[in-house]
Nanobody, 125 residues
Framework: QVQLVESGGGSVQAGGSLRLSCAASGYTYSFKYMAWFRQAPGKEREGVAG????????SVADSVKGRFTISQDNAKNSVYLQMNSLKPEDTAMYYCAATSAPKGQWYRPETFAYWGQGTQVTVSL
Protein backbone atom coordinates (compact mmCIF):
# COMPACT_ATOMS: atom_id res chain seq x y z
CA GLN A 1 0.00 0.00 0.00
CA VAL A 2 1.40 3.34 -1.05
CA GLN A 3 1.48 6.10 1.51
CA LEU A 4 2.75 9.66 1.23
CA VAL A 5 3.15 11.65 4.43
CA GLU A 6 3.92 15.36 4.39
CA SER A 7 5.43 17.35 7.22
CA GLY A 8 7.10 20.68 7.83
CA GLY A 9 4.22 23.07 7.34
CA GLY A 10 3.48 25.89 9.73
CA SER A 11 3.06 29.62 10.15
CA VAL A 12 5.77 32.04 9.12
CA GLN A 13 6.12 35.74 8.43
CA ALA A 14 6.60 37.04 4.93
CA GLY A 15 10.18 36.68 3.81
CA GLY A 16 10.70 33.60 5.92
CA SER A 17 11.47 30.02 4.93
CA LEU A 18 10.02 26.57 5.42
CA ARG A 19 11.10 23.12 4.30
CA LEU A 20 8.42 20.58 3.54
CA SER A 21 9.14 16.87 3.57
CA CYS A 22 7.28 14.01 1.93
CA ALA A 23 8.06 10.49 3.09
CA ALA A 24 6.91 7.73 0.76
CA SER A 25 6.29 4.13 1.71
CA GLY A 26 4.96 1.09 -0.11
CA TYR A 27 5.73 0.49 -3.79
CA THR A 28 7.97 3.52 -3.98
CA TYR A 29 10.31 1.80 -6.43
CA SER A 30 7.64 2.30 -9.08
CA PHE A 31 7.42 6.06 -8.67
CA LYS A 32 8.69 7.75 -11.80
CA TYR A 33 7.66 11.29 -10.93
CA MET A 34 6.86 13.14 -7.72
CA ALA A 35 5.59 16.64 -7.23
CA TRP A 36 4.31 19.22 -4.81
CA PHE A 37 0.94 20.87 -5.29
CA ARG A 38 -0.87 23.50 -3.31
CA GLN A 39 -4.46 24.55 -2.91
CA ALA A 40 -5.72 27.74 -1.34
CA PRO A 41 -9.36 28.13 -0.21
CA GLY A 42 -11.62 28.70 -3.19
CA LYS A 43 -8.86 28.02 -5.70
CA GLU A 44 -7.89 25.08 -7.85
CA ARG A 45 -5.04 22.80 -6.93
CA GLU A 46 -1.89 23.93 -8.71
CA GLY A 47 1.44 22.31 -9.38
CA VAL A 48 4.34 23.96 -7.57
CA ALA A 49 7.34 21.77 -8.40
CA GLY A 50 8.08 18.31 -9.74
CA UNK A 51 10.99 15.91 -10.09
CA UNK A 52 11.80 12.86 -12.20
CA UNK A 53 12.96 10.48 -9.50
CA UNK A 54 15.41 8.53 -11.66
CA UNK A 55 16.98 11.50 -13.43
CA UNK A 56 16.67 14.18 -10.78
CA UNK A 57 15.34 16.58 -13.40
CA UNK A 58 13.12 19.22 -11.86
CA SER A 59 10.40 21.61 -12.94
CA VAL A 60 9.15 24.63 -11.02
CA ALA A 61 6.08 26.80 -11.53
CA ASP A 62 6.75 30.36 -12.66
CA SER A 63 5.00 31.71 -9.57
CA VAL A 64 7.65 30.24 -7.28
CA LYS A 65 10.69 30.11 -9.54
CA GLY A 66 13.78 31.40 -7.79
CA ARG A 67 12.18 30.95 -4.38
CA PHE A 68 11.21 27.25 -4.16
CA THR A 69 13.43 24.24 -4.77
CA ILE A 70 12.44 20.59 -4.99
CA SER A 71 14.89 17.86 -4.10
CA GLN A 72 14.93 14.18 -3.20
CA ASP A 73 16.73 11.65 -1.07
CA ASN A 74 16.25 8.27 -2.72
CA ALA A 75 17.81 6.45 0.22
CA LYS A 76 15.07 7.83 2.45
CA ASN A 77 12.29 7.64 -0.18
CA SER A 78 11.70 11.30 0.46
CA VAL A 79 11.06 14.45 -1.51
CA TYR A 80 11.52 17.95 -0.13
CA LEU A 81 10.32 21.43 -0.96
CA GLN A 82 12.54 24.24 0.24
CA MET A 83 10.54 27.45 0.29
CA ASN A 84 12.35 30.77 0.68
CA SER A 85 11.19 34.37 0.54
CA LEU A 86 7.67 33.29 1.34
CA LYS A 87 4.79 35.58 0.48
CA PRO A 88 1.24 35.76 1.84
CA GLU A 89 0.00 34.44 -1.52
CA ASP A 90 1.93 31.22 -0.84
CA THR A 91 -0.56 30.43 1.92
CA ALA A 92 -2.21 27.11 1.06
CA MET A 93 -2.45 23.44 1.87
CA TYR A 94 0.55 21.75 0.29
CA TYR A 95 0.29 18.21 -1.04
CA CYS A 96 2.82 15.65 -2.12
CA ALA A 97 1.93 13.55 -5.16
CA ALA A 98 3.45 10.59 -6.98
CA THR A 99 2.88 8.61 -10.12
CA SER A 100 4.26 5.45 -11.71
CA ALA A 101 3.28 6.57 -15.20
CA PRO A 102 3.86 10.28 -15.85
CA LYS A 103 1.87 10.49 -19.07
CA GLY A 104 0.44 13.95 -18.53
CA GLN A 105 1.77 17.36 -17.63
CA TRP A 106 3.51 17.43 -14.25
CA TYR A 107 1.48 20.43 -13.08
CA ARG A 108 -1.89 18.77 -13.64
CA PRO A 109 -3.39 16.95 -10.62
CA GLU A 110 -4.91 14.25 -12.85
CA THR A 111 -1.40 13.09 -13.77
CA PHE A 112 -0.89 11.71 -10.27
CA ALA A 113 -2.40 8.61 -8.71
CA TYR A 114 -1.06 8.93 -5.18
CA TRP A 115 -1.53 11.82 -2.77
CA GLY A 116 -0.60 12.73 0.75
CA GLN A 117 -2.97 14.26 3.29
CA GLY A 118 -1.42 17.71 3.00
CA THR A 119 0.37 20.11 5.30
CA GLN A 120 -0.75 23.69 5.90
CA VAL A 121 1.50 26.65 5.15
CA THR A 122 0.41 30.08 6.36
CA VAL A 123 2.39 33.21 5.55
CA SER A 124 1.51 36.44 7.29
CA LEU A 125 2.65 40.01 6.76
Amino acid sequence: QVQLVESGGGSVQAGGSLRLSCAASGYTYSFKYMAWFRQAPGKEREGVAGIYTSLGVTSVADSVKGRFTISQDNAKNSVYLQMNSLKPEDTAMYYCAATSAPKGQWYRPETFAYWGQGTQVTVSL
